[in-house]
């Protein structure tokens, strides 16, 4: 139980364009995300907190206009870079909380903006 | 100081040896614990959770909790080559935007042969 898929495992795309990334919950319904975000070396970094149903919730100092979060169903929330620049290339990690506390990881999105 | 504080190793036991990784965390209100264990490359996969003081055992895995200390320890017995990775240690923290997980930077384990 608990697994969790995000699509697409890596992503190549120009200057200037957006990506979206989805995050599935597979055997489970997930009321709460999570994106992350982690640079070569770094720890996880948490960007927001997406919430079935209701506005994502973004750290300080995340462009909430830049990465837009949509969680519209109880299994799938969306991560969309909007024009996105070489410095967005990362490794963007969703996680969904499946018992009170625990999250489950996706495999992760790695993605490079040339 | 930081939330979750991890040595970054790298750590270097020899293969069947009892591997020790250690956090120390700053919010005496957290309540919940965990360990990922991160491949490089890949994401983190959970692999021990823990929530009162003492010692919980799973397999070769055992978390150790000092709520008083502010201290999570990770125990690995007979430790095997596969077992070499990135751990982390993250705590839960209930703030105004809800419960989170704040993570260490995690620990480099390398088990040699």
């Known amino acids: 139980g608990a697994v969790v898929s995000q699509h697409p495992s890596w992503v190549i795309c120009k200057s200037g364009t957006s990506v979206k990334i989805e995050c599935r919950s597979l055997?489970?319904?997930?009321?709460?995300m999570f994106w992350y975000r982690q640079f070569p070396k770094q720890s996880l970094m948490l960007m927001a907190t997406s919430n079935e149903g209701s506005k994502a919730t973004y750290e300080q100092g995340v462009e909430k206009d830049k990465f837009l979060i949509n969680h519209a169903s109880l299994t799938l929330s969306t991560l969309t870079v909007t024009s996105a620049h070489p410095e967005d290339s990362s490794f963007y990690i969703c996680s969904a909380r499946y018992r009170p506390y625990e999250q489950y990881f996706g495999p992760g999105t790695r993605l490079t903006v040339t | 100081q930081k939330e979750v504080e991890q040595n970054s190793g790298p750590l270097s036991v020899p293969e069947g040896a009892i591997a020790s990784l250690n956090c120390t965390y700053s919010?005496?209100?957290?309540?919940?614990f965990f360990w990922y264990r991160q491949y490089s490359g890949k994401s983190p996969e959970l692999i021990m959770s823990i929530y009162s003081n003492g010692d919980k055992e799973d397999g070769r895995f055992t978390a150790q909790l000092n709520k008083a200390s502010q201290y999570v320890s990770l125990l690995i017995r007979d430790s095997q080559p596969s077992d070499s990775a990135t751990y982390l240690c993250a705590v839960n923290r209930v703030t105004g935007g809800g419960n989170k997980l704040t993570f260490g930077t995690g620990t480099q384990l390398k088990v040699e042969l």
């Open positions: 055997d489970f319904q997930a009321t709460t």
């Open positions: 919010d005496r209100g957290s309540q919940s």
